[in-house]
Structures are given as C-alpha cells and as structure tokens.
C-alpha cells in the first residue's frame, strides 16, 4: 500500500511538473512578445513613451510568474507591498533578466514537455490509420503502408512517451529551481522584509500587552469597584434586617442598582474584547450597526466578500468603529462613507469623511492603535487627510491571519 501510494505521489509530482512546463510556455510567449516590443521601442526614439509602461508589463508577468513558481513550490505568497520599498532599478534590471531567462528557456522547456504527448498520439494515430489510408500516411519521412511500418510506428510512439517520462521531470525540476531563483528578491529586499516583520511582531506583542492592561484596567476600575458595591450594600442591608428590617429594602434596591451596573460594565469589556455582532452577524452585519449607532450619519458600502479570520473581522471592526469615533469628535463632518471590498485576495477596509481633514496620527486620536493592531496582522494602513478634508483611512488586511 505504501509503495502504491509513494508511486501515485510521484506520477502526481510529474503530472505538475508537466503542467508547469506547459503553462509557461504561454508566458514564455507572452515574455518574448514584451521583450520583442521592448527592443522595438528602445530603438526607436519617438516610441521611447512607451518603453515606462512596457517596463510595468513586464513587472506584473514577473510577479505572476513568481506566484505560480511559489504554487509548485508550496510557498506562501508574499502580501502585496512586502517588497514595496525595493529599490525601482535592481527590481527592473532583475525583471529583465527574468524576462530574456524565459523567454527562450521557458518556450523552450515548454515546447520539449509539449512534444513527448504530441508525438505519442501523432504516431498512435498514424498507425491506426494506415490500414484506411495505405501509402499515404508517414512517419519520419517513411510512409506507413504494412503492418510492419505501423508497429514500428508504435515504437516510435513508445519511444517519445519514454523520453518524456525520463526527461520532462528533471527538466520541471531544473527549471522550476531557475525560475525561482532569477525571480527571487536580492538580499538587501529579503533583508528590509524580515526587519519589517521583526518590526510588526514586536509591535503585535507591544498592542497585546497594551490590550491585556487595559482589560485589567477596565475590570479593576469598573466591574470589581460594582462588585465591591454590591457587597457592601448586602452587608449593611443585612444588619438592616436584624436592627429595622423596614429600613432594608432601599438598600437591597441600591445593592440590585449597583449589581445591574457592574454586569453593565462586565458586558462592555467583553464587547471589548470580541464585538458579539460579529459571532452573530458577520463582519458586515456589525459595521452595519456601527453605521446604524454613528453620531454622523454614515452609509455602508459593501462588496462581497470572502470568509475571513476572527483576528481579520475584529480588527475591521475596530478600525471603523474607532474612525467612526474621530470623526464624531475631531472632523465636524456631516456624511461618513465606509466601503468594504477585496482587492487581490485581501480585505480593503476605507472609511471617508467630510470632515475639516487634517488628521494626524501622532496626535492620539487612536489611528496609531488602528495601524499597531492592522500591523501586527501583516496589514497596511494609510491616512490621507489635507487641512480642509476629506479624510480618507485605508487599511488593508490579509483574509486569513
């Protein structure tokens, strides 16, 4: 069984090698193309426009040549903006590079997967077709026109499956480890990545730590100050009843008062830490009620989207529920618009006022705790906000965390 099992992973491992060669030829077409209209443009003087734009054809084949390598080789795809800050000339000289690589090496890798099946079923059919055409059907300039002939043919035909079987997953192999490599960032990129995720997770443990103080903070100063309440109104309502029991019921009433607040209390830190709207209605569903509760009336905007992760869904909530909070404050707008969508797999959150503008998050209007909790996610978050307005925040978060 387990040998069967290792045989049916190998032959699956080859049909993907397969497939990938194949696909690339495509790209290795669409890469010569640019390459050809690249020349072409450089050449000629008037065309020289066009060779900024050839060049950003050029990037987006790169990148999707990157991610499908990254698919064959079981790797994570980079988040959009990862390498945002490399350097423009070392990614296009790197692009270019890529480009002339597979260009010729792709189409012809491509071309070589493609001819084992093409002559394995060119010579099956030419033998089982001879009988209806005698003498008119060849193989390797011979025409086919006994029994004989068409066995041999046959071989033939054998022969092109047994090259391909032999040859085409090396060569998926080999290419595959040439594609990534020529496709890989430089080190100086790889570098500012893992600083900026080393950045990010220290700034993930620095927001847990803040959220874990402030979880404290509202049950030390909230719930347990009620709860100390209740117990102190319980114990003199109960010395009420052996001295005056008629002298009892205002203070069981004050003990039930300070009760009814400290589980007030209690249920606001728990929607603190997990909004129950979004267990109960989804992420759209509870900033539609974020909407329904703004002081400025706010209108919702919503794309479909696909499931996301817990930790995604409370930090959406918690960057328009803290926007919405902004602009009733500091913005005296009078429309706010939020729009959720995805873009490229990733969920797009944007919330846009009216307001006066001039937002800024050094100023503790609780934007730095948005991009601290968007951050520690593998987010982005951007401001735009000139004096006079609008104001624009835009965060974009990863589906699944």
């Avoid at 391909?164 to 997953?169: D, E, I």
């Avoid at 109104?233 to 008062?257: C, K, S, W």
């Amino acid at each position: 069984m387990d040998e069967a099992l290792t045989a049916t992973g190998r032959w699956q491992g080859h049909l993907r090698g397969f497939r990938f060669l194949v696909d690339g030829t495509a790209t290795g077409l669409a890469a010569g193309a640019l390459l050809l209209a690249l020349v072409a443009c450089a050449a000629l003087v008037v065309t020289w426009p066009l060779v900024p734009r050839l060049v950003r054809a050029v990037g987006a084949l790169a990148e999707f040549e990157r991610r499908r390598t990254g698919r064959h080789l079981g790797l994570p795809p980079s988040p959009p903006g990862a390498l945002a800050d490399e350097p423009a000339a070392p990614a296009v000289r790197r692009d270019l590079g890529w480009l002339v690589l597979h260009a010729t090496a792709g189409t012809l890798a491509g071309v070589a997967a493609l001819s084992a099946p093409i002559g394995l079923v060119q010579n099956l059919a030419l033998a089982a077709a001879w009988p209806l055409f005698p003498g008119t059907v060849s193989t390797l300039n011979t025409p086919v026109a006994s029994w004989g002939q068409a066995g041999l043919t046959v071989l033939i035909g054998a022969g092109y499956a047994a090259v391909g079987a032999l040859v085409v997953p090396p060569l998926a192999r080999g290419y595959l480890r040439l594609n990534a490599a020529r496709l890989a960032p430089p080190p100086a990129a790889l570098a500012q990545r893992l600083a900026q995720v080393t950045a990010t997770r220290a700034a993930a443990v620095d927001a847990h730590a803040v959220e874990l103080r402030r979880i404290e903070r509202d049950l030390h100063d909230g719930v347990q100050n009620r709860i100390v309440a209740v117990a102190m109104h319980l114990g003199i309502a109960e010395r009420a009843l052996a001295r005056d029991p008629a002298t009892a019921l205002p203070v069981v009433l004050a003990a039930r008062t300070a009760a009814e607040e400290a589980l007030a209390d209690l249920r606001g830190v728990v929607r603190s830490i997990y909004p129950p709207a979004l267990a109960d209605r989804g992420l759209a569903g509870s900033v539609a009620g974020l909407a329904a509760h703004s002081p400025v009336p706010c209108s919702v905007r919503e794309e479909p989207l696909p499931p996301v992760a817990a930790a995604v869904a409370a930090a959406a909530h918690f960057t328009v529920a803290e926007a919405l909070t902004n602009t009733a404050k500091h913005s005296r707008a009078t429309h706010v618009r939020v729009h959720l969508r995805t873009d490229a797999g990733r969920l797009v959150v944007e919330v846009h006022d009216d307001g006066a503008g001039g937002a800024d998050e050094r100023a503790g209007t609780g934007l730095e705790g948005i991009r601290r909790r968007v951050e520690a996610l593998d987010g982005t978050m951007s401001l735009h906000s000139p004096p006079g307005g609008p104001t624009t925040v835009r965060v974009t978060l990863p589906a699944r965390a």
